[in-house]
């Protein structure tokens, strides 16, 4: 081929190439997006369109996306083709939109247009110039939610996912968090779902509890309840991020008899709030009921009495505690003759109370919200410096010792009543962060309100539940 035919052969090349790319240009059609997600995942995202007014021949819908930056990319790439549309007839629908083709990160914003072009998007459609404002745009969530999930109270020496539970009534629980981490400019799209899945014999009650971050899960085995059982949770945000595994309660793990037994009960708590909590924690030996048969759920609490529970938790019964004051715990108002000084002084011992000054303890005296809270948060620090002080319930993979002193918190709230330095400020918002307590209300702790034994049974309940 001599070198004049190879050159006009080239030149024709070019034109037919260029004629190909001036061909290609956006037509008549009024192109919007009429819904897209505030959130997605950075792989893909489902955006509504709707294109009006097309003329007539064969056109196609194109979506184009680009990342929002500062100064603003001038240009959309990532064209990917929604329709081909043959003739003059409206249209519209939904699209998934492979955000991939882009590669946005966590906290990116990405913006989308639609356009109707002559061409499809591999035949090199007019790239479209930002002129005016995006059409939409979803903010990128590309992280899983932050969570911990907690079984009841045990001591068994069993891989804790396959505890079995002391009786037929009790709570699982979880904790999730889909903003910690983020900085104050990056969003996030929150807890969506739960995802619970549960094979079994029986079909388990809808989940109860106060909304997005914490799950109470509460069961009661049916007499009939048999075989082996499984329950899990896979917690998902509103961008559809999750673990790629569920996280179980329970794995696998046949149903003993124990756990088809009622659980012990008072006559005072049948449908009260804190009756799951009261009646489980019986069954263990931690907490006891007057002589009457009732349990006080809605009765005030003495520091004396807190005492003897924080201690029949650390593993102490009555011959165990110590006959006279030890070093430190010789409180005026604390005598040997009293039912509580050994509980006062082995409480006042191993560093979950002290006394009120003036040498007193003022055993007698209610106790009060925050005063609770921080003492869960004095055995937590006792736990973290000295665990060979503890035993029982609490010398296990609890809140107390996995989460509550160290790991950040799952949920925060504005309390208007905890000021700034109080003494128990920490203690509540590491309380209410995971999950032991709950406020009065979306705005009030209630610190110095007396807390009643119902309302503390359920705060020991979750203090001692196993971390999985």
Known sequence: MSKKIFTVLL????????????????????????????????????????????????????????????????LYTGCMDIATINGSSDASGTFPYDMTLIGPINGDVVEFIVTVDSTACAGLPDVPVDTDAPMGETTVDSLAPQYFTANPPSTTGLVKSLDPVACNTFEYWAMATDHYGFPATVGYSGIGSWNLQVTGTFAPPAPVGPGEDLLSWMFTFPSTASGVWTVSQQVEDQAGNQLGFPVYFRNALAITPAELEDCETFSDVNGHEHEVYIRYLATLGLVSGFDDGTFG???????????????????????LLPTSAPAGCDFSDVAASDWFAGWVWQACSDGFMSGIGDGRFDPNNLLTRGQIVTIFKNVADVIQANPGVIGGYMDTRNILGIAYPSVPVMRTAAWMDVPI??????????????GVADGTSDTTFSPDQPATRGEYIKMLYRALSIVL
Request: no cysteine; proline share 5%; hydrophobic share 50%.
């Open 297 to 319: 759920p809605d009765t005030t609490l003495t520091r004396a009495e807190a005492a003897t529970l924080f201690e029949i938790s650390n593993g102490y019964d009555a011959t």
């Open 11 to 74: 030149l024709a090349v070019f034109m037919l190439a260029q004629f190909s790319i001036a061909s290609a240009a956006t037509v008549a059609g009024d192109a919007s997006i009429t819904n897209i997600p505030d959130f997605a995942n950075a792989t893909d995202v489902d955006v509504d369109w709707s294109v009006t007014g097309m003329a007539a021949g064969t056109k196609y819908i194109l979506i184009w996306s680009r990342i929002q930056a500062d100064p603003p990319v001038a």
């Open 421 to 434: 330095g109080a003494y128990y400020a920490e203690p509540v918002q590491l309380a209410y962060g995971w």
